[in-house]
C-alpha cells in the first residue's frame, strides 16, 4: 500500500512538472506566434512601398523645383545687371567713333589764318567742334586733365619719355599727344602723353 501511495504521489508529481512545463513553454509559444506576426507585418507592404516610392519622388520633384525657381531668380538678377551696364555705359561705341573727328576739328583750330575768309571757316569750324565736345558732355563723355598730373597707366598712355627738367616732377605729364575721355567712371580711351622721368 504504502507502494500504491508512493507511486501515485509520483504520478501527480509528473502531472504537476509537465503541468508547470507547459505554462512555461506557453509564453515562449505566445512569443513565437507574436514574432511571427512582426515578421510577417516586415515583410514588405506593397502599400506601403508604393506609399515610399512616392514620398521619394515628391521629395525629388521639389527639389528640382526648388533649384529651378533659385536658377530663374538668378538669370533674371544677371539680366537686370547686364541691362543696367548697358544702359549705364550706351553710347559708348558711337563716342569711341566720334572722338578721332573730335581729335581732327582741334587740329584744325590750331592753324593759324590770316585772311578774312580763313578766319570765317575757322570760326565754323570751332562752332562745330564746340557743338560736338557739348553733345559729348551732355552723355557723360568728358575729356581728361592730363597736363601735369602724376602719370597713371589706367588713364595714360605713355608714347615717349624726357628727363625731368626744372620746375617739373618725376613721373608727371609733361606734353598730351591725344586728349583721353572718359564715359562715367570708364575710361574711353586714355591719353596718349609724354612722361617726365
Not at 508529481?13 to 503541468?19: E, G, N, P, R
Not at 514620398?55 to 538669370?75: C, F, G, H, P
Not at 550706351?90 to 583750330?109: H, M, S, T, Y
Amino acid at each position: 500500500m504504502a507502494d500504491e501511495k508512493n507511486l501515485s504521489e509520483k504520478a501527480e508529481k509528473v502531472k504537476k512538472d509537465s503541468a508547470s512545463d507547459a505554462a512555461v513553454k506557453q509564453p515562449e509559444d505566445g512569443k513565437n506566434a507574436v514574432n511571427n506576426e512582426e515578421a510577417q507585418t516586415k515583410k514588405i507592404d506593397p502599400k506601403q512601398a508604393k506609399i515610399d516610392e512616392l514620398s521619394q519622388k515628391l521629395d525629388d520633384t521639389e527639389d528640382k523645383y526648388l533649384r529651378a525657381e533659385a536658377e530663374i531668380v538668378n538669370m533674371q538678377n544677371r539680366y537686370k545687371k547686364e541691362q543696367e551696364r548697358l544702359l549705364k555705359y550706351q553710347g559708348q561705341e558711337i563716342a569711341k567713333a566720334i572722338l578721332p573727328a573730335v581729335d581732327n576739328l582741334k587740329r584744325a583750330l590750331e592753324i593759324e589764318v590770316d585772311d578774312e575768309s580763313s578766319k570765317q571757316l575757322k570760326k565754323g569750324v570751332e562752332m562745330v567742334a564746340n557743338d560736338i565736345q557739348n553733345a559729348l558732355s551732355n552723355n557723360n563723355v568728358v575729356k581728361m586733365n592730363s597736363l601735369n598730373e602724376k602719370f597713371d597707366p589706367n588713364f595714360h598712355q605713355a608714347v615717349k619719355t624726357v628727363p625731368v627738367q626744372k620746375g617739373q616732377k618725376a613721373d608727371t605729364v609733361v606734353e598730351v599727344y591725344q586728349e583721353g575721355y572718359m564715359l562715367k567712371d570708364r575710361v574711353l580711351r586714355p591719353a596718349m602723353v609724354v612722361v617726365a622721368q
